[in-house]
C-alpha cells in the first residue's frame, strides 16, 4: 500500500494556522478517522519525536489573515494544540460511508443535531462554533475531534474593553473540533448561520 499525501489546515491557539500536507494511508482514509487513532499514520515513523502528534510537510505558517509568517520543510504538531482543522475534501466521506452514517443514525434513532461549542479561552480570545453533527454524540465526545458539517465559526476577542466577534472563514462547510478545547456545549434547534 502506497502512502498518500493531502492538503491539511490546522488551526492552533490565537489564530496559527498551518497548512500543508499530511500523510494518509490512502486516498479514501478520511483525515478525521487519522487523527481520531490511536496510532496516528506516519509514513516515515523514525521522524517521529511525539506519540501524540502528526507529521505536516511542505508548511505554511499563518498569523490571523496576514500573509504566510514561515515555511517549514516539515513539522510536527501536537494533537493537544489543535483547536480544529479542515482539509481538501468537501464532503464528509464518500458515498458508501454517507450511507453507512445514515444506517447508523436510523438505528440508534439520533437525528442530525445542531450543536453549540464555546472553546476554552487563550489570552484574551475564544471560538463560539456552531454546526450540524450526524450521530452518538456521546460516543464521538471519547474521540480526539468531532466532526461538524454546516459550520459557522466565530473568533471571540476582547480589544481594550469591548468583547469583538469576527467571523472565520474557511473553504467548506466541514471542520473538526478538538474535545480538549471544548470549554461548553449545547444542542439547540437553530440552525447555523
Not at 465526545?141 to 468531532?146: E, L, T
Not at 471571540?156 to 468583547?163: A, L, V
Request: proline share 3%.
Amino acid at each position: 500500500m502506497e502512502a498518500k499525501q493531502r492538503k491539511l489546515v490546522i488551526v492552533t491557539s490565537l489564530g496559527k494556522k498551518y497548512s500543508g500536507l499530511v500523510d494518509v494511508p490512502s486516498e479514501t482514509f478520511r483525515t478525521t478517522d487519522l487523527l481520531n487513532s490511536s496510532n496516528i499514520f506516519w509514513k516515515n515513523p523514525n521522524l517521529k519525536c511525539y506519540d501524540n502528534a502528526i507529521f505536516m510537510s511542505n508548511v505554511q505558517l499563518f498569523l490571523g489573515d496576514t500573509g504566510v509568517y514561515k515555511r517549514f520543510d516539515s513539522i510536527q504538531v501536537k494533537l493537544s494544540e489543535i483547536i480544529y482543522f479542515y482539509d481538501e475534501i468537501e464532503s464528509v466521506g464518500n458515498e458508501m460511508e454517507q450511507k453507512r452514517a445514515t444506517t447508523m443514525v436510523k438505528q440508534s434513532s439520533e437525528e442530525a443535531q445542531t450543536v453549540n461549542i464555546i472553546t476554552r479561552q487563550a489570552g484574551n480570545f475564544f471560538y463560539d462554533i456552531t454546526g450540524v453533527f450526524f450521530g452518538l454524540f456521546k460516543k464521538k465526545s471519547h474521540n480526539n475531534f468531532i466532526p461538524l458539517t454546516k459550520t459557522n465559526i466565530l473568533g471571540i476577542y476582547r480589544e481594550q474593553d469591548k468583547w469583538m466577534q469576527e467571523k472565520i472563514k474557511f473553504p467548506h462547510n466541514f471542520i473538526c473540533v478538538s474535545n480538549t478545547h471544548i470549554e461548553s456545549f449545547t444542542f439547540t434547534n437553530d440552525q447555523p448561520l
